[in-house]
T-cell receptor, first 113, second 118 residues
Framework: DAGITQSPRHKVTETGTPVTLRCHQT?????MYWYRQDPGHGLRLIHY???????DKGEVSDGYSVSRSKTEDFLLTLESATSSQTSVYFC????????????FGPGTRLTVL | KQEVTQIPAALSVPEGENLVLNCSFT??????LQWFRQDPGKGLTSLLL?????REQTSGRLNASLDKSSGRSTLYIAASQPGDSATYLC?????????????????FGGGTRVLVKP
């Protein structure tokens, strides 16, 4: 599993509340990614990080922000959750150099009521 | 904008039959292509990665082919088993380059849900 954990694994929240999801890795990989998975859309990239404090937007970044203050942690924040952000969120890492394979965490199921 | 399509969305086969899963993409300027497996409620597990210069990759009972000119990839699973039941996703990688590079931005298809019946 490439040492990736996500927390929480499940969360139910109400519209308008802030939510932070955490991705933690144990192997000091440079690249980290946040995706969301929705029926009919597959996985879509939200934000990614290419180093500590280095982040960039993905395909569906509106309404989301990220932070990476340590190599091992990549945080995804929904400043004011909306029902359209109900989804399963996956974190992934990609080791620098070598193969380009991305390794995924177990996911966080978020429900916004 | 790259679009990745997987048809059919679901597939049911008897045990022992060979599985053929299709993936098509609209932009042939790809960096690589990956096939992933996803079990219910779980994350994704990488099965095979094909670089853009390659035509196929094999791992055990799995074989994936890539035809960039036609925008197609096919995943073959020989002699299917009930344990092969899962959703299979195809993802096309685009190399972004530079210091900000995501290294390999992936565009995913919607997946094919496979059921192998004993």
């Amino acid at each position: 599993d490439a040492g990736i954990t996500q927390s929480p694994r499940h969360k139910v929240t109400e519209t308008g509340t802030p939510v932070t999801l955490r991705c933690h890795q144990t192997e000091n990989h440079r690249y980290m990614y946040w995706y969301r998975q929705d029926p009919g859309h597959g996985l879509r990239l939200i934000h990614y990080s290419y180093g500590v404090k280095d982040t960039d937007k993905g395909e569906v970044s509106d309404g989301y922000s990220v932070s990476r203050s340590k190599t091992e942690d990549f945080l995804l924040t929904l400043e004011s959750a909306t029902s359209s952000q109900t989804s399963v969120y996956f974190c992934a890492i990609r080791p620098a150099g070598g193969a380009d394979t991305q390794y995924f965490g177990p996911g966080t199921r978020l429900t916004v009521l | 904008k790259q679009e990745v399509t997987q048809i059919p969305a679901a597939l049911s086969v008897p045990e022992g039959e060979n599985l053929v899963l299709n993936c098509s993409f609209t932009d042939s300027a790809i960096y690589n292509l990956q096939w992933f497996r996803q079990d219910p409620g779980k994350g994704l597990t990488s099965l095979l990665l094909i670089q853009s210069s390659q035509r196929e990759q094999t791992s055990g009972r799995l074989n994936a082919s890539l035809d960039k000119s036609s925008g197609r990839s096919t995943l073959y699973i020989a002699a299917s088993q009930p344990g092969d039941s899962a959703t299979y996703l195809c993802a096309v990688g685009a190399f972004t380059g530079g210091i900000k590079a995501a290294g390999n931005k992936l565009t995913f298809g919607g997946g094919t849900r496979v059921l192998v019946k004993p």
